[in-house]
């Protein structure tokens, strides 16, 4: 079993920067692929970023690519979501999961692990 907390999640303004950080439980949780995904008021819970079990192989949505960067600290169990030059459109929920295959990928219904999420606010 694995269970996912996430933090970090605030208010901050166009061009900001905020970096959440994805705590998990249970022993296996680097061998897991991890992701980060996003939902705003009346949409879908939208692909942001997944990155390897290794670390070695990372994925983004075209809509963050070159603002988000994602990272692994196996050690602590953690993972990140650094988050740049924030636009009002990213304002959403955040959500960390695990997929229990160590490669990664953008298919939200792989995830079988996920957090209670954490709100991201950006204001104009």
């Known amino acids: 079993q694995v269970q996912l907390v996430e933090s970090g999640g605030g208010l901050v303004q166009t061009g900001g920067s905020l970096r959440l950080s994805c705590a998990a439980s249970?022993?296996?949780?680097?061998?897991?692929?991890k992701g980060w995904f996003r939902q705003a008021p009346g949409k879908e819970r939208e692909f942001v970023a997944a990155i390897s079990w290794s670390g070695d192989s990372t994925y983004y949505a075209d809509s963050v690519k070159g603002r988000f960067t994602i990272s692994r600290n196996n050690a602590k169990n953690t993972v990140y979501l650094q988050m740049n030059s924030l636009k009002p459109e990213d304002t959403a929920v955040y959500y960390c999961a695990a997929d229990k295959s160590p490669w990664g990928t953008v298919v939200r219904v792989l995830y079988v692990y996920w957090g209670q999420g954490t709100q991201v606010t950006v204001s104009s």
């Open positions: 249970g022993r296996t949780f680097s061998m897991y692929a």
